[in-house]
């Protein structure tokens, strides 16, 4: 029984969780077949506050993954500082020329919004407000 209701709990977490991309071109290839726009956001999980916040208060709220599952395609180049959270060389090196390409000013938390080529459509960082008004920030690319 215990056995079951651990299965349960992974299905339902997998079922109903977001999928954030961390390769690019896998990314495009996904919202090419999907036809959606990508977001891509540049985060610092472990030191930057505003980008806690946005992951805090924006993606893991459930108006935004219903709405995102359905409409965009998540990408994310993390920076975390901590030896911890250090990612692999190919990860950090991709994530560095994502940033030289839509991020050259090093903003955090940066949110780009890209069709489903990589052409940039607008950006926009954190912004303290509600999911549906960021949804509609966002959309209006």
């Known amino acids: 029984m215990k056995t079951l209701f651990c ?4 299905v339902i977490t997998v079922s109903f969780g977001q999928e954030w991309n961390t390769n690019f071109e896998t990314a495009k290839k996904e919202a090419i077949t999907k036809n959606q726009r990508i977001i891509l956001v540049f985060s610092g999980s472990d030191w930057c506050g ?6 805090r208060k924006i993606w893991n709220s459930e108006t935004f993954k219903s709405y995102a599952k359905e409409n965009y395609t998540l ?14 060389k190919a990860l950090q090196a991709q994530n560095e ?3 030289a390409t839509y991020n050259p000013k090093g903003y955090f938390p940066l949110v780009v919004v890209l069709d489903k080529t990589g052409k940039q459509l607008g950006q ?10 960021y949804l509609k920030l966002l959309n209006a690319f």
């Open 7 to 10: 299965f349960m709990f992974l």
């Open 75 to 88: 990408l994310k180049a993390d920076f975390p500082r901590r030896k911890k959270n250090k990612l692999s």
């Open 50 to 55: 505003p980008c806690m916040k946005l992951e």
């Open 97 to 99: 020329q994502l940033a």
């Open 124 to 133: 926009l960082g954190y912004q303290k407000t509600n999911p549906e008004a």
